[in-house]
C-alpha cells in the first residue's frame, strides 16, 4: 500500500515558517507526492504536489529530496488559518484514489 | 459556490434504517469519488467513478453499501441496514485527470451518526 511516515503534531508561531517533513522510503519512480490539508470541519483541502524537482504555488513549496525518499512541505509565512491537519500522500502515476495517513497536525500559535 | 456540494450535511438515524447520500461534483469533472473518515483517522477511500462507471472498490464497502452515478452527473451513496459502526464522514471528492495530476476536490462531507 502506499505508505508514507509523518509526525503526529508540529506547532508554530504565526509568522514564521514552517517544515512538515514526510517519509516515503519507498517510492517508485512514477509516485508523485501530493500534500492536501484538511482545515477543521471541512473537507480535504489540495496543497500542492510534485514528482521530482521542487514545487512552488501560491500556498506552499515543497522540497523532495535527491533521493525521493522523503520531502518537506514549506509554509513560508504561517497564519492561524494554517492551522489543520496535513497529509503526506504518495499517489502512483495510473492510482486514481488517494491514500491518505493520519497526517500531522498543525497548530499555529500568536 | 461552483465547489462540490454534499446533502444532508448531517443525519442522525437509528440502527437498521436505510440512508442515502447525494454528491454534486463539479460540473465539468468527470471522476468522482466516495471517502469515508472516522474521527482522528484520514479520510478512507471507498469508491469511485468516471462518468457513469464505477470503476473502482473499496473492500470496506460491504453489500450493504451502493454507489450510482446514473447520468455521469451527481451520485449517490446509500446504506443499507445501518450499524452503529457506519457512523463517520463521508466526503464526496471530484477531479478532472490531467497528465497524472488528477488534482481532487472534496465536499464538506456528510456527517452520519447511528443511534
Known amino acids: 500500500d502506499a505508505k508514507t511516515t509523518q509526525p503526529n503534531s508540529m506547532e508554530s508561531n504565526e509568522e514564521e515558517p514552517v517544515h512538515l517533513p514526510c517519509n516515503h522510503s519507498?517510492?517508485?519512480?512514477?509516485?508523485?507526492i501530493h500534500w492536501y490539508r484538511q482545515l477543521p470541519s471541512q473537507g480535504p483541502e489540495y496543497v500542492i504536489h510534485?514528482?521530482?524537482s521542487n514545487v512552488n504555488n501560491r500556498m506552499a513549496s515543497l522540497a523532495i529530496a535527491e533521493d525521493r525518499k522523503s520531502s518537506t512541505l514549506i509554509l513560508h509565512r504561517a497564519t492561524l488559518r494554517d492551522a489543520a491537519v496535513y497529509y503526506c500522500i504518495r499517489k502512483p502515476g495510473t492510482a486514481s484514489k488517494l491514500t491518505f495517513g493520519t497526517g500531522t497536525r498543525l497548530q499555529v500559535t500568536l | 459556490d461552483t465547489g462540490v456540494s454534499q446533502n444532508p450535511r448531517h443525519k442522525i438515524t437509528k440502527r437498521g434504517q436505510n440512508v442515502t447520500f447525494r454528491c454534486d461534483p463539479i460540473s465539468e469533472h468527470n471522476r468522482l469519488y466516495w471517502y469515508r473518515q472516522t474521527l482522528g483517522q484520514g479520510p478512507e477511500f471507498l469508491t469511485y467513478?468516471?462518468?457513469?462507471?464505477?470503476?473502482?472498490k473499496s473492500r470496506l464497502l460491504s453489500d450493504r453499501f451502493s454507489a450510482e452515478r446514473p447520468k455521469g452527473s451527481f451520485s449517490t451513496l446509500e446504506i443499507q441496514r445501518t450499524e452503529q459502526g457506519d457512523s463517520a464522514m463521508y466526503l464526496c471528492a471530484s477531479s478532472s485527470r490531467v497528465w497524472s495530476t488528477d488534482t481532487q476536490y472534496f465536499g464538506p462531507g456528510t456527517r452520519l451518526t447511528v443511534l
Open positions: 510534485g514528482l521530482t
Open positions: 467513478f468516471q462518468n457513469e462507471a464505477q470503476l473502482e
Open positions: 519507498t517510492i517508485s519512480g512514477t509516485d508523485y
